[in-house]
């Protein structure tokens, strides 16, 4: 068996069990480990164990954000998306940058996870500088109006 036909078969049993519509958790646990020994490679073989012992934690819903994570995430969005001039946008991303690292230092165990939001802003600083992908149009050529 190839893993990738193994991981098809997991991937649907994840998913009914995120929909609901798997009640024996263990059962299925065990036919997915009934396939470990046809994939060839040990290595495919400990990746696929590891998965199916983590299946039971597929059915958790996902916690909500703590109320740092949304409001650091707000800000987040708000200065990805912000509009004007190159330097406007550029002014906007390190104000939030800023501004997240000050929540980040507030905040319990999801600090760290706050402080790695800044990674996106900085990305998109660095697209700006490097006018990519969205630079500022050209100014309108009105020597020939």
């Known amino acids: ?11 649907v049993t994840r998913e009914r069990l995120r929909a609901g519509k798997l009640i024996d958790v263990a059962a299925e646990q065990q036919r997915l480990l009934a396939l470990v020994p046809q994939l ?30 949304a409001e650091a995430l707000q800000i987040q969005d708000t200065a990805f998306y912000a509009g004007g001039t190159k330097e406007e946008k550029l002014a906007a991303l390190a104000a939030a940058r800023k501004k997240i690292w000050e929540i980040a230092d507030g905040a ?38």
Do not use: C, K
């Open 1 to 11: 068996m190839e893993f990738h036909e193994f991981n098809d078969d997991y991937t």
């Open 108 to 145: 319990g165990e999801d600090s760290a996870q706050i402080r790695g939001l800044t990674r996106m802003l900085e990305h998109r600083e660095n697209d700006l500088a490097e006018d990519l992908p969205w630079s500022d149009p050209p100014p309108a050529d009105t020597a020939g109006s």
């Open 40 to 69: 060839v490679d040990p290595n495919h073989q400990q990746v696929a164990r590891n998965l199916i012992a983590a299946l039971p934690g597929s059915a958790a819903p996902a916690a909500p954000p703590s109320p740092e994570m």
